[in-house]
């Protein structure tokens, strides 16, 4: 059983990326789209994939999985009761 691995922010940020371009099948290095990584919240990014806007959560932990919603997926966490452990 291995150990998860603390990851910071470049190497959070990379693995997330590469987790968005083999969700959306991006392989050549020119499509890849450009992630703005929220200056406040560092591993929460935002993204335009097809036209449509995307925020991708970048795990602190190694052994997590990065994860991509879309906006009304977003505005739907943040109303939900999970809203009180983030605060």
Known sequence: ?????????QTAHERAVQHLQDSFDIHD?????TVT????????????????????????????????LTDDDWDAFHRSQCR???D
Do not use: N
């Open 29 to 33: 290095a020119h499509d890849v789209p």
């Open 84 to 86: 009180s452990v983030i």
């Open 37 to 68: 990584w929220d200056p406040k919240h560092h591993l929460q990014g935002h993204v335009e994939v097809d036209g449509r806007h995307l925020v991708l959560i970048a795990p602190r932990l190694s052994d997590r999985t990065p994860v991509v």
């Open 1 to 9: 059983m291995s150990m998860a691995i603390a990851l910071d922010d």
